[in-house]
Structure formats: structure tokens, C-alpha cells
């Protein structure tokens, strides 16, 4: 459950980068996802070394990747207030914390795949919330935008490639994805009656958008702000889809 939460992180992250331009609200909305990360990481710290890895493989899915997007999201505050401050250190901090991300990132992918290499012989495919592994690349090449927009002539190479890297990874991810989630609605089309783990998919998809209109503007590929569009309008409709089918729910309940 701790993992999950990191979803607040994230959520504040996300409305602290559209309000840089307020200074009081970004300091307000920074701090309580920074003292939130740092709380949610040392009880995710401890939970997870109370268990082996055994056990840990067995429980992980989709939604421990959140670890890895809040962190990415306060990558991206950071790199912000540097932008919009005279207090230019914090990009000190973003590029360790965008690390800390990738890192969090490989870890939780890896026990993920673990997991589904384990329990091949059910073939059920991906529950929804799997999108993240695709979402949780997206906003770490976002945050790698905004990394290498201030980076000092000697770092910004590095961060340009691991950036494209990250793009490349998310964008062959939406095939597997694709490929698995239908499997799932074939062998199980009860799935796609309304739960709350479809939100899940909103998120990656409307993120993948932010990235690649970044990543258009990285390496000078205009027509990717089309690739760009035509996953927002997929985002949108993802989310209406999943607002309608909520609230016939909960008009039947």
C-alpha cells in the first residue's frame, strides 16, 4: 500500500510543474511532495527489506512502478524551482533524484518481469495497472527534458541520450502492452467490466503524450508532435470512457 501512495507525490508534482509561474504555490506544493517522498521511501524501505526476494516477486505488478514516477516527479519540481528561482542549486538535486528514479524503475521492473516469467503457464496477460511500466518511462524522460534544458554543456549529452533511451523503452513497451491486454480480454472479457484499476491506464497514456511533445522539441523531430496529439486524444477518450463507465457503477449500485 505504501507503494500506491506514491501516486500523491506524483499528483503534487505534476501540479506544482504547471504552477512554476505562482512561487508561493510551488514552494507550498514542493514541499509536502518532498516530505511525502522522503516518509513514503523509508516505509517502502523497511516493508520491502522485511521480505525476500521470493516474496516480493510474488506480489509485484504494475502499480509498485508509482515508486518510480513520484520520484521522477519531484526530479521534475526540482529542476522547476532551479528555473523559476534564484536558488539555481536545486538542479543539484534533480539529477541525482532523476537516478534515484531510473534506478527504482529497474528494480521494480525487474521483479515485475521475474514475476510474469514465473506464472507464464497461466497466460492471462497484464492487469491494466502494467501501463505504469510504460507511464513510469514516459515521465522519467519527461523529467530528462527538463534536466537537460539546464544542464551544464558537459552533462547535457548524457542526459540527451539516457532522455531518448527512456522515450525509446516507453514507446516499445504500448505493442507488449497492447499485445497482452487483449490476450486478457480474450481469455477473460468479464475484465472489462469497470474497476478502479483502469485508471491506471489514463495516466500512462496522457504522460506518454507530454513526453513525446518533449521529446519532439529534444531532438528537433516536429512530427512527433503529431505522435504527440494522437495519444492525447487516446488519453482523452481512455478517460472519458473510464469517467462513463464509473458513473454507471455507481448509478446501478
Not at 492471462?124 to 510504460?134: H, K, Q, V
Not at 486478457?184 to 478502479?196: D, S, V
Amino acid at each position: 500500500m505504501t507503494l500506491r501512495l506514491f501516486t500523491f507525490v506524483a499528483a503534487c508534482a505534476v501540479l506544482d510543474s504547471r504552477l512554476a509561474s505562482r512561487r508561493m504555490v510551488m514552494y507550498m506544493l514542493g514541499a509536502v511532495a518532498l516530505s511525502a517522498w522522503l516518509v513514503l521511501m523509508v516505509l517502502c524501505t523497511r516493508n520491502m527489506l522485511a521480505h525476500p526476494w521470493a516474496t516480493l516477486r510474488d506480489r509485484a505488478h504494475g502499480a509498485w512502478e508509482l515508486a518510480s514516477v513520484g520520484t521522477s516527479g519531484l526530479a521534475i519540481v526540482a529542476t522547476q524551482v532551479a528555473r523559476h528561482t534564484p536558488e539555481h542549486w536545486w538542479f543539484a538535486v534533480a539529477v541525482p533524484v532523476w537516478v534515484v528514479a531510473l534506478c527504482l524503475y529497474g528494480l521494480m521492473t525487474w521483479l515485475i518481469l521475474w514475476r510474469a516469467s514465473v506464472e507464464r503457464h497461466e497466460r492471462n496477460g497484464f492487469e491494466p495497472d502494467s501501463w505504469i511500466l510504460m507511464g513510469g518511462l514516459a515521465i522519467a524522460t519527461l523529467a530528462g527534458a527538463n534536466i537537460h534544458s539546464l544542464a551544464p554543456v558537459w552533462l547535457a549529452p548524457a542526459v540527451r541520450v539516457i532522455t531518448v533511451v527512456t522515450w525509446t523503452a516507453a514507446t516499445l513497451w504500448i505493442p507488449v502492452l497492447i499485445y497482452f491486454g487483449l490476450q486478457r480480454i480474450n481469455r477473460r472479457p468479464g475484465m472489462l467490466h469497470f474497476a478502479g484499476v483502469w485508471w491506471a491506464l489514463v495516466f500512462p497514456l496522457g504522460m506518454y503524450a507530454a513526453a513525446t511533445d518533449a521529446m519532439a522539441a529534444e531532438i528537433g523531430q516536429r512530427s512527433l508532435s503529431t505522435v504527440s496529439l494522437v495519444f492525447f486524444w487516446i488519453a482523452m477518450a481512455a478517460w472519458l470512457i473510464v469517467v462513463i463507465a464509473g458513473l454507471l457503477t455507481v448509478r446501478e449500485a
